[in-house]
T-cell receptor, first 112, second 113 residues
Framework: NAGVTQTPKFRILKIGQSMTLQCTQDMNHNYMYWYRQDPGMGLKLIYYSVGAGITDKGEVPNGYNVSRSTTEDFPLRLELAAPSQTSVYFC???????????FGQGTRLTVV | AQSVTQPDIHITVSEGASLELRCNYSYGATPYLFWYVQSPGQGLQLLLKYFSGDTLVQGIKGFEAEFKRSQSSFNLRKPSVHWSDAAEYFCAVGSSNDYKLSFGAGTTVTVRA
């Protein structure tokens, strides 16, 4: 029962570097989401997807990009890392837009 | 735009005592409401949800929540907390015409022996 799997769990980046946060779900969910969690701020939606080939911006998309070539995978790309992107990133999926969202265990990213 | 307020940043409760976490939402139509729990170093897990019908909903781990439209609230309760309930709790609101869940800032619960 893998559910939503995120890799890596931890990463330290230098300013200006790029990286991709991986997210895979094995529940055949159409809806997938990327959130960032900052202390005292709750979760903010970065990008979401309603199916393969369809993505859209959330509340805080600047500095990030996504793609959705398959139902299972929804990677998040940081092109030029900045200290403001230091955060914990969560990927989630759901069967419908108002259904229960299943979350991965998160990726803790530090940009120095 | 929908929004969620959790007025309590941190609550400390004794093991065996009751717990109530407050959540107020702002949304023009009938909201879909959720409570999630996050244990340290883990992702979020759904405790319960309200879409329609009975305003008192039961969830996992002995939690319940009551939807009060007149107060725009969806407070979470547990009659007797266990040490394992120490975690961060998030209230969230969504709608049928929006793909996004809006989360509150969270309430951290500490359980003392």
């Amino acid at each position: 029962n893998a559910g939503v799997t995120q890799t890596p769990k931890f990463r330290i980046l230098k300013i200006g570097q790029s990286m991709t946060l991986q997210c895979t779900q094995d529940m055949n969910h159409n809806y997938m989401y990327w959130y960032r969690q900052d202390p005292g701020m709750g979760l903010k939606l970065i990008y979401y997807s309603v199916g393969a080939g369809i993505t859209d911006k959330g509340e805080v998309p600047n500095g990030y990009n996504v793609s959705r070539s398959t139902t299972e995978d929804f990677p998040l790309r940081l092109e030029l890392a900045a200290p403001s992107q230091t955060s914990v990133y969560f990927c989630a999926s759901s069967t419908t837009q108002i259904g229960e969202a299943f979350f991965g265990q998160g990726t803790r990213l530090t940009v120095v | 735009a929908q929004s969620v307020t959790q007025p309590d940043i941190h609550i400390t409760v004794s093991e065996g005592a009751s717990l109530e976490l407050r959540c107020n939402y702002s949304y023009g139509a009938t909201p879909y409401l959720f409570w999630y729990v996050q244990s340290p170093g883990q992702g979020l897990q759904l405790l319960l949800k309200y879409f329609s019908g009975d305003t008192l909903v039961q969830g996992i781990k002995g939690f319940e929540a009551e939807f009060k439209r007149s107060q725009s609230s969806f407070n979470l309760r547990k009659p007797s907390v266990h040490w394992s309930d120490a975690a961060e709790y998030f209230c969230a609101v969504g709608s049928s015409n929006d793909y996004k869940l809006s989360f509150g800032a969270g309430t951290t619960v500490t359980v003392r022996a």
